[in-house]
Structure formats: structure tokens, C-alpha cells
């Protein structure tokens, strides 16, 4: 007998493994609190994978395959990989263990030490799931810098994705980022957000009985994440009918009072398998095949995230171990207090936070350019904006989550991912968005109580790393203009910005 583990973000159900049906094996899925407990979970995560899990779990059955599925509350379940199947491999006679390969570190030392504690053969496929094994990116940099650009060109061309019949570009350019980023002013009417509104309030009662800690509104009662293939599909065709034609223009809008835009929402179901990278990508290339009205633009921006962004992002995190420790700007602050309640008055990232915490999302530019920018800003130190961004989100896997936060967010990785630090002041935010028409701050005054905190931030970061920063080609504008300001509004603007940094959780 052999016991198959599936993972709780391993809900793929076109892997090889299913396509026979065989007496000889039982697969095993774990509702387990380690998993649930290694980091504060938002209770949308929690809620979402077990209820995704026991629809795979069910589908599995339904097709004929033995499964063994731990619930969270189980009596027997003893809550670690290594206990459960421990007492399983003897309950089935198991002379074998199987699993797919894991996508994080974590994981992955589990695995190995699994072999060890259970003495029985482990076998690890393939997770089926990536366009590129684990250490392909490292394999095509080698030490050459890693910009993500030359991968994802690499990657059209070797996947022949949005190629015309030469084999070039179609329309001439890789890129179309600059028809793109428009703030939105309500040109188009927002699409409504599929809504899947699933009653998980039982199994949200199993999950506090077992006493798992979480952050966030559960929202069990009307869940609205989708839970199996089918309903990850259905998310994907409303995407691609209603908002992929104006994702690309609206990428990088900050709009008040709206949490999702024309993004697509796929990231949860994606990261968990439940749909292929290959089939988003291909879906998004056919509609636009099929359709000429819909903009490349925004086809090719929406393609080149998960094509390009993504896999890059997983090639990194497999070929940087050291990721999760570094801190190349040695920044060592807490991070304030409305990270946990989103109880400021600066607008924008009221909303961002409060958004994440009712709804365990927030789009890409607010992740970047709005909590991360302020944690940035502040110096706040990177094992916490790490450990905050792999909780909150639906979609937080610390293979994606590790390289977005400290890479590309923090430049604690001394700038491996990014040519610069992604900071802004408070102009950046009122170009892309209104939410400073609704903030208790004035984002033209950058003195002052009324002054924007991003303001007079900005300007301090750029002073206090000037010795690490300024000689960046891309940074010599700002740095000119820093030097180009008197001592006295110099010393203002560091003096405000101080205040700021002392007093940050009364912002
Ligand atoms: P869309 O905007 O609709 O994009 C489509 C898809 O492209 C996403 O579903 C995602 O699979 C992929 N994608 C887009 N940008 C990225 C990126 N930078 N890296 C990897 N994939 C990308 N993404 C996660 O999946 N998990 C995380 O834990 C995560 N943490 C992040 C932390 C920070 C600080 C930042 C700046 C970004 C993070 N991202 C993360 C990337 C990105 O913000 C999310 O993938 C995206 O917001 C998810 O929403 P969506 O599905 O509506 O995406």
C-alpha cells in the first residue's frame, strides 16, 4: 500500500497521479494546526484552503480514488505531517509514501525529515503546476543580473506565447507598460466581483473549536473565494469576459471605497492549483485571438504576470535561501500598530489595510506602493513586513509572497530584484488615486501637521541611505533635487519626517 500526501496548495486535478485508479493507494489530506499556526493566518486562508481541500478531497472519492482526509477537530489527528502519517502508514500497512514536490523551504525540510522519523520509502513527483522547475531561472541567469524583463522574454519565446508567425512579437513590442498605469476616473463602469457567497460558518465553528489563531474578518457565512476547479474556471471566463479589457490601463489605480478593480482575483486559486498557469495564459492569448476589439496592451500586461512575473519570482525564491534573513538597508523598526487594525489617517493606507483585512486581498499597487512603501519609508524591519504579507493574504505562499515582500517591496535584498527601491511620496499616490480628496492629511504640504507622511518620509529615506543609494542612475533625479534644496527646508523635512517615525502609531 502506498500513502499519497496531498498538500493543502496542491489541489490540482489534472496531476498524472489521478488519471488511474488504483486499490494500492490512499491519498491523504491533513487539516493540521502546525500548517495552520507556523505563521498568523488570515481567517479567510484558513477558511478557504480547508474548504477547498475537502472539495478535492470529495472529488477524489467521487472519482474512485481512497482518500483519508483529516479534519481540524479529528479526534486522531495529531496535527504534524510526520505524527499523522505515522499512525496511518501502519493503520493501512503502507510499505511506501508519495508527495508532490513542495513549493516552500518550510515544507520541504518536513518532507526530508519525514524519511527519516518514518523509515518507509518517499517517492516526490512533480507538483505539475509551473511553467519552469525550481532552479531553471537560477540555470539562465547563472550570476548575470536577474531582471525579470530577459526572463519573460526567454519565456514568450520559448512557450510561443503572443508570437506572430515570424516567431516576433505580436505588435511589434514585448512590452506595453507604458499604454498602460492610467489612474481611473471612472471612464468604464466597474464590473462586479463573481461572488461565490459560500456558507462555511460550520467549518469556521471546527477551526476556532481546534483553537487556531487568525487576523481578519472570516466572513464564513457568504465566503466569496472560489473553492473547486469548476468555480475557479467560471472565475477565470467572468475575468476575461468583463475586466482583462481593461486591466493593463487600470494595473496600477488606487480608487477609495474599491478593493479590486479590473484585477483578476486568480491569485488564490492559482497558488492552491486549482488552475494552471498554461490555461489562465492561454485563455487570456485565445480571447484576444478571438476578439480584436480587446486591447494587446492589456492582454500582454496581464500575461506577462504570471508567464513572467510569477515563475521569475519562484526562480528566485529557490535560488536565494538567504531571502528570508536579509535586510540590506538594516532597517530594524516595528511596524505600527494600524498594520493591525488599518486605524490611521492617511487614506490610502487605511484602505489598503482595512481592505486586506475584510476581504484577505488587495491589489497589486496598493501591496506595493501603499503599505509596503510606508513600511519601507519608516524602516520598518523586513521579518515583520514578511510575516505580516504572508498572513494576510489569501494568496500569501512564502515562495511567492518571500521574493515580492523583501525583493521587490523592501530592497532588503541590497536590489537583486528591483534597479531601485519602490518609495514614493504622497504626489505619486494623489496621481494614481483619489483617496486623498478623503484624508485627514494634505498631500501638497510637506511640513506641518497637515502634512502628507509620505511627504516628508520620502525625502528622509533618500537621506539616511544616501550612502548605499545615491551613486543608482535611476535615484540621481531625486538625489539632485535633494541637493539642489536649501540647509533650512532640508532640515524641516528630516525634522517632520523624525516626528513622523517617532510618533508612527499615531499617524
Ligand atoms: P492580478 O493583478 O489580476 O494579476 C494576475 C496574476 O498574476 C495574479 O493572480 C498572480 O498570480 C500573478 N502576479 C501578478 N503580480 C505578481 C507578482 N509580483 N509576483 C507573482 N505573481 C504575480 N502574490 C501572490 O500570489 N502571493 C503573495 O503572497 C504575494 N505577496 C505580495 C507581496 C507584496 C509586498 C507585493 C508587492 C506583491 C505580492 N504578490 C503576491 C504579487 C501580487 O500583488 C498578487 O499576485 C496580486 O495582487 C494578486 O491579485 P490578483 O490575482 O487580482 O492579481
Known amino acids: 500500500m502506498q500513502l499519497r500526501l496531498i498538500l493543502g496548495d496542491q489541489l490540482n486535478a489534472g496531476h498524472s497521479w489521478y488519471r488511474e485508479r488504483r486499490d494500492d493507494v490512499v491519498y491523504v489530506l491533513m ?14 486562508k484558513v477558511l478557504a484552503l480547508f474548504a477547498a481541500m475537502r472539495r478535492f478531497a470529495a472529488a477524489l472519492q467521487a472519482a474512485g480514488h481512497r482518500v483519508h482526509y483529516l479534519r481540524i477537530g479529528d479526534a486522531g489527528n495529531r496535527h504534524e505531517f510526520a505524527a499523522n502519517l505515522g499512525w496511518l502508514a501502519a493503520h493501512y500497512a503502507a510499505d511506501s509514501l508519495a508527495c508532490q514536490l513542495a513549493d516552500e523551504r518550510r515544507v520541504d525540510a518536513l518532507l526530508a525529515a519525514l524519511l527519516q522519523q518514518l523509515g518507509l520509502p518517499l517517492s516526490v513527483v512533480d507538483s505539475e503546476h509551473f511553467y519552469t522547475a525550481r532552479d531553471e531561472v537560477a540555470a539562465l541567469f547563472g550570476s548575470k543580473g536577474w531582471r525579470m524583463e530577459t526572463f519573460y522574454r526567454h519565456m514568450r519565446q520559448r512557450h510561443r506565447v503572443l508570437l506572430d508567425a515570424a516567431g ?65 474556471r467560471a472565475w ?21 471605497g ?25 485563455a487570456a492569448e485565445a480571447a484576444w485571438r478571438s476578439d480584436p476589439t480587446l486591447p494587446l496592451a492589456s492582454v500582454e500586461g496581464f500575461i506577462r504576470q504570471i508567464l513572467g512575473w510569477r515563475e521569475y519570482v519562484r526562480g528566485v525564491y529557490w535560488a536565494r535561501p538567504d531571502f528570508g534573513s ?15 487594525d488599518g486605524d490611521t489617517g492617511m487614506a490610502c493606507v487605511a484602505q489598503a489595510v482595512r481592505g486586506s483585512l475584510q476581504h484577505a486581498y488587495a491589489h497589486h499597487i496598493q501591496r506595493l506602493m501603499v503599505t509596503g512603501n510606508i513600511a519601507l519609508l519608516l524602516g520598518c524591519h523586513p521579518d515583520e513586513v514578511d510575516a505580516w504579507y504572508l498572513g494576510i493574504y489569501i494568496d500569501a505562499f512564502e515562495w511567492v509572497e518571500q521574493p515580492n515582500t523583501r525583493g521587490m517591496s523592501q530592497w532588503a535584498d541590497g536590489g537583486f530584484m528591483a534597479s531601485k527601491p519602490y518609495v514614493s511620496g504622497g504626489a505619486y499616490l494623489a496621481r494614481m488615486g483619489d483617496h486623498c480628496t478623503h484624508c485627514r492629511y494634505t498631500v501638497k504640504q510637506k511640513t506641518g501637521p497637515q502634512a502628507c507622511p509620505f511627504n516628508s518620509l520620502y525625502w528622509h529615506f533618500l537621506a539616511r541611505h544616501e550612502a548605499t543609494l545615491a551613486a543608482n542612475p535611476r535615484l540621481a533625479m531625486p538625489y539632485a533635487s535633494w541637493r539642489k534644496m536649501d540647509a533650512a527646508t532640508r532640515q524641516a523635512l528630516l525634522a517632520q519626517a523624525d516626528a513622523c517615525i517617532r510618533n508612527a502609531d499615531t499617524l
Open 31 to 44: 487539516e493540521i494546526r502546525s500548517e495552520a499556526g507556523y505563521v498568523r493566518h488570515h481567517a479567510q
Open 258 to 282: 474599491e478593493a479590486w478593480l479590473f484585477h483578476s482575483g486568480l491569485s488564490f486559486a492559482l497558488n492552491t492549483k486549482m488552475l494552471s498557469p498554461q490555461e489562465v495564459v492561454h
Open 236 to 256: 477565470l471566463a467572468d475575468f476575461i469576459r468583463q475586466r482583462l479589457r481593461h486591466f493593463g490601463r487600470y494595473q496600477d489605480a488606487l480608487v477609495h
Open 326 to 340: 536579509v535586510n540590506a538597508l538594516q532597517h530594524s523598526r516595528p511596524l505600527p500598530r494600524w498594520f493591525w
Open 168 to 232: 516576433k512579437p505580436e505588435g511589434g513590442q514585448w512590452n506595453y507598460d507604458a499604454a498602460n498605469r492610467e489612474p481611473y476616473r471612472g471612464e468604464v463602469a466597474l464590473a462586479p466581483w463573481p461572488f461565490a457567497g459560500h456558507d462555511l460558518r460550520a467549518l469556521w465553528q471546527e477551526i476556532v473549536d481546534a483553537g487556531v489563531q487568525t487576523l481578519g474578518e472570516p466572513q464564513a457565512d457568504a465566503l466569496r473565494w472560489p473553492l473547486t476547479r469548476r468555480e475557479a
